[in-house]
């Protein structure tokens, strides 16, 4: 569905002297309602404003820019009204949903549901329409970014002519991308090659994640959006767990049903799979439900080499406007075998913060960041913990807890009330890779810094757990 905000100057006011404002209402709402019926909802129109003599109009239907154009005229010559249109701008559904609401006319619910899904209006996600640039740069982004296969869709887009009309969808894409915001960049990029090349009817996207389904029905709202979005861009992004590395139950189902609709919708709405970099669990459960149905082109970034950081390391001076970007590509360590753009990106932001106190504001030179103290455990279990060998994150989450129960403890010292947090713990691991080491010395640092009373460790196997004879193991 594509949806167009129309403005118009009528010849003469629309406003008939001989009735008074409501019916004047009443009248244009009913032939507005009498026109849907007449296309079978196919085509839906509706004027939200009259001023004098211009008026706002809402057109909504699928297919090519011609063929809504003819749509607007019919609609607007169906009204009963002389004069030109002004101007036809697409929106997008949030829009239409402010100018219905606001609208002088009374219309019924029911054309409220046909102009604005409620999977659609009331979803936190991001649509928008995308334009094709006066110079579309798909080819140079691809380059930059060290992203190989996009730089051939790319040049498979512009070898082929363009089709005289939209004809459907060869491919879909997955894109593996950490960073969401450079990831709809890139997206938006493609969208837009695409739509130069009559590959899309319509440059509305929206992306859908976690957040967009957590409050309705995935399936339902999947199934309504689909529906909604013939000639557009479906991107389901999805999100995984920092600590685990593996996503929640909720983007399985998202998955599930994404790779469902997006089968039946193979041909009318291009699907756009956004996952982690390196996920092979988010793959293999895509390629699983979609059972070869549909010819998936992945796009990911590789690590470039130490030119190719250099390259990108200049690209980012010109970018926030450094002229001298050898001290820049100096932090960059040539005996690294290669850089992700994340990394570069990262080794910029720290440095430019000095290039700044060094060039442009050296009456803060002296300055230092800001050095973060956190008690750290102490005594010998702690300083044998620290000297194994691996293991970072469970330090680091041991750390955390010694920091955090100690905030509990001085806290009730001065008499502040806090809950008593749970001091359980779940060590999980093949064999041998030191979860009965690791527990042993948590209960010694846990006692050498005044959490616990006592570092006295009971250990139990399932030996000592369940009985020999039925009926020994409960008590």
């Given at each position: ?52 003599c ?73 649509e ?18 060290h ?35 450079k ?18 009817q ?8 976690g ?28 999100e ?18 994404g ?8 041909h ?30 992945t ?63 050296q ?9 973060q103290?956190e ?9 044998k913990?620290?000297?194994?060998i ?14 955090y ?28 890779t ?42």
């Open positions: 569905m594509r949806y167009f905000k129309v403005t118009a100057r009528f010849e003469n006011s629309p406003i008939k002297e001989e009735m008074d404002e409501h019916e004047q209402q009443e009248r244009i709402a009913d032939t507005c309602v009498s026109f849907i019926q007449a296309h079978d909802s196919m085509v839906l129109g509706c004027m939200t404003d009259i001023r004098d211009e008026g706002t109009m809402i057109v909504a239907g699928n297919g090519s820019d011609q063929e809504l154009h003819e749509m607007i005229t019919e609609f607007f010559s169906y009204l009963g009204f002389a004069g030109d249109i002004l101007s036809e701008k697409e929106i997008c559904v949030s829009r239409v949903n402010r100018m219905i609401r606001k609208s002088d006319f009374n219309y019924p619910d029911s054309i409220d549901e046909l102009f604005c899904p409620a999977s659609i209006s009331y979803l936190c996600a991001d928008h329409i995308v334009v094709y640039p006066d110079k579309a740069n798909l080819s140079e982004y691809a380059a930059i970014h992203i190989p296969e996009l730089a051939c869709e790319a040049e498979r887009i512009s070898k082929n002519d363009a089709a005289p009309r939209f004809l459907g969808h060869p491919v879909h894409y997955i894109f593996e991308e950490n960073d969401t915001e990831a709809k960049t890139a997206i938006d990029l493609l969208i837009a090659e695409l739509l130069h090349a009559n590959r899309l319509t440059g509305r996207v929206i992306y859908l994640d957040k967009a389904f957590r409050h309705c029905n995935t399936k339902g709202a999947l199934a309504g959006i689909y529906d909604n979005f013939r000639g557009g861009t479906i991107v389901i992004s999805v995984v767990d920092a600590d685990t590395g593996e996503y929640a139950d909720e983007y399985d189902e998202i998955l599930q049903y790779c469902k609709f997006a089968k039946q919708h193979r009318d709405v291009l699907t756009v799979f956004l996952i982690p970099q390196h996920n092979a669990e988010a793959r293999h459960e895509i390629a699983g439900y979609l059972n070869n149905a549909l010819t998936m082109i796009f990911k970034e590789t690590a470039g080499s130490f030119e190719e950081s250099a390259a990108y390391m200049e690209y980012l001076c010109k970018q926030h406007n450094v002229d001298d970007s050898s001290a820049f590509i100096k932090k960059i360590d040539p005996n690294e075998a290669s850089y992700y753009t994340a990394d570069l990106e990262k080794i910029f932001d720290d440095a430019y913060s000095d290039y700044l106190k060094q060039t442009h504001f009456s803060y030179a002296a300055c230092e960041n800001t050095a103290h008690a750290k455990p102490t005594g010998d279990a702690a300083e913990l620290h000297n194994m691996g293991l970072d994150k469970v330090k680091q989450v041991i750390e955390q807890s010694v920091s129960y100690a905030m509990q403890k001085s806290f009730r010292e001065r008499g502040i009330n806090m809950n008593q947090p749970a001091r359980s713990m779940i060590f999980t691991g093949n064999p041998g030191a979860k009965t080491t690791v527990a042993r010395l948590t209960a010694k640092i846990f006692k050498d810094n005044g959490l616990i009373e006592s570092g006295k460790i009971v250990e139990a196997g399932r030996a000592d757990l369940v009985g020999k004879f039925f009926g020994w193991t409960a008590p």
